[in-house]
């Protein structure tokens, strides 16, 4: 089981790779990084907080593109080149192939979001000449952004199962852009009544709280974070990527691929 | 049971289950740093910056930065806090994102001109949120109506308060009550009357809870305020008439044939101290009164529900 799983994976992570947009998206990452540094130089006392806000961001904000437009086609273009078929044919079942599929992308994104980061600390140390204490929170940032990405991808995945690409893009796009305000959604419930109350915060609960996942302003401003924070997002992330994944498995073992 | 069955039972599970454990999670650390969320927006406090961030969506930013302010008043007045620092910014935030959006300065008006623990205790700022208001809403009376306010309420510059209310009575679909108030200040300044003019204009014409309670608060308050200046000169008029104090709020009530002990908004009756202070039984009931509390009383915030 695992073996199969494995393969899905590496063959999934080898087609991203060769995958130019990937690439191009990386060269642009590293070109915002180099426009990071411009603008630290221009910057009066705030060098380190340019840097960090802006790398962490569009590193974000890349690997969630990336997650999104991969994502969205792992599903259906195996389904529109008719090589689903053939890996079905073998002995792999369903949800296999999907949690392989998830790990490819997962670990796409984690090789992706580490080159990005060798470039962030790359042009941190070219403001500041030399890494402090609290830089080493970055890295809780950058654990936090890769928890942002499992999501991303299951989302993707998610839709993909049984929407079109296009379709599922905007879903997942639309659930980003919603996740990342969640807690203006549960600060909305909070103020409302009634109905209205339950339904604003069922809703954010259910949506995924990219909010509790985005910790670059504090970092930026060199704040610690507590470990409680670390320990119960990481839960809250994989207990949110396995729902997803389970309901993408679900759809996927009863959708008619003829 | 086939293969499909097995798949089917064991991800509906895992679904149940992890959603449920994602769920009660997230409530673990909402609880674990509940202020995060605002902390964050002020990272950015330049309206122009946050402007130009929002890449058009405007409104959509400026009602979520409206939404922001009014928790994050709510929730600091819910903790009794004693200072106001992000309503400012927030409020200027809202207002460059959608200068149109009129309740924002009638909350800057009521909440961030008074002082703490009533509000954030800056009304230049407010002056300046009103005449932004007002340059980009310059037929809309209710902006003058609180120019005028803080003017009158906070910086107690009368000229320019009536100057406001005049400027907006010459609207067209001014409220009436604005003439009055320019022609009042004209005449006569700081008494109960215009001040409870004021705040009634303020109850009417306002449909926020919060600010039409703080009026209903500051309305009541006056009137004790009111209640015991009179009284405090009925006391005074009894002792040029008697040469001594009164020995009760009976004796008071008595002698200026007043229909029973006076009592307050609440119904509890004013009391005479030994010095002979009027004074209310209950000053906490009371919180924005400026008179009627026992010698070294210190006034807690008001409380909003």
């Keep these: 089981m695992s073996a199969r799983i494995y393969y899905i994976a590496r063959n999934t992570f080898r087609e991203a790779v060769r995958d130019r947009v990937l690439y191009n998206l990386i060269a642009f990452a590293l070109l915002l990084s180099g426009a990071a540094i411009l603008v630290g130089e221009i910057s009066i006392e705030i060098e380190r907080l340019v840097v960090v806000d802006l790398g962490l961001s569009a590193l974000t904000l890349f690997g969630v593109v990336i997650a999104i437009f991969i994502g969205i086609g792992l599903v259906s273009k195996e389904i529109e080149k008719r090589t689903l078929y053939t890996v079905l044919s073998r002995p792999v079942r369903r949800w296999e192939f999907i949690v392989g599929k998830f790990c490819g992308l997962a670990g796409t994104l984690i090789v992706n979001a580490s080159c990005m980061a060798i470039g962030v600390f790359g042009a941190l140390l070219y403001v500041g000449h030399k890494f402090g204490r609290p830089d080493a929170w970055i890295f809780v940032a950058l654990y936090f952004i890769i928890l942002e990405f499992l999501i991303i991808c299951s989302l993707s995945l998610f839709f993909s199962s049984f929407s079109s690409p296009l379709l599922s893009a905007v879903f997942a796009f639309s659930l980003f852009v919603a996740g990342s305000f969640s807690a203006d959604l549960r600060g909305f419930a909070s103020l409302a009544h009634g109905v209205t109350r339950w339904f604003a915060m069922g809703a954010a609960y259910v949506i995924p709280n990219f909010s509790t996942l985005n910790v670059i302003s504090n970092v930026a401003h060199q704040q610690p974070l507590g470990m409680h924070l670390v320990v119960q997002n990481t839960f809250y992330a994989l207990f949110y990527t396995t729902a997803v994944m389970s309901g993408a498995v679900l759809i996927f073992e009863r959708r008619n691929l003829k | ?305």
């Design chain 2, 1 to 305: 049971m086939t293969s499909r069955s097995v798949t089917t039972v064991v991800a509906s599970a895992c679904l149940v289950v992890s959603m449920t454990a994602s769920v009660l999670l997230l409530h673990r650390i909402d609880r674990l740093h509940p202020r995060a969320t605002l902390e964050d927006v002020l990272y950015v406090s330049s309206p122009k910056i946050v402007k130009r961030a929002s890449l058009g969506f405007d409104g959509l930013m400026a009602c979520i930065y409206w939404t922001r302010t009014v928790q994050y008043f709510g929730s600091r007045h819910m903790e009794r806090a004693a200072s106001f620092n992000e309503l400012a910014p927030l409020l200027e935030i809202t207002t460059a994102l959608d200068p149109n959006l009129l309740p924002a300065y009638q909350f800057g008006a009521s909440f961030l001109a008074p002082p703490p623990p009533n509000g954030a205790g800056d009304p230049e700022r407010a002056v300046q949120l009103m005449k932004f208001g007002i340059a980009h809403n310059p037929d809309d009376w209710h902006l003058y109506y609180d120019l005028g306010f803080v003017y009158y309420m906070e910086l107690k510059d009368y000229k320019d308060a009536a100057e406001a209310f005049e400027r907006g009575s010459q609207l067209p679909d001014a409220h009436p009550f604005l003439k009055i108030l320019a022609g009042r200040l004209a005449e006569q300044s700081g008494d109960f009357t215009t001040a409870r003019m004021l705040w009634t204009a303020t109850y009417e014409s306002s449909h926020e809870t919060n600010i039409r309670q703080n009026a209903r608060e500051h309305l009541k308050d006056l009137k004790v305020d009111e209640d015991v200046t009179n009284l405090q000169a009925a006391v005074t008029r009894f002792g040029q008439r008697n040469g001594r104090l009164p020995a009760s709020m009976e004796e008071l009530a008595a002698a200026e044939h007043l229909p029973g002990v006076p009592v307050d908004p609440d119904g509890k009756p004013y009391k005479l101290d030994a010095d002979g202070r009027v004074l209310v039984q209950n000053p906490d009931s009371f919180p924005f009164i400026t008179q009627g509390f026992p010698p070294g009383y210190k006034a807690g915030p008001p409380k909003f529900q």
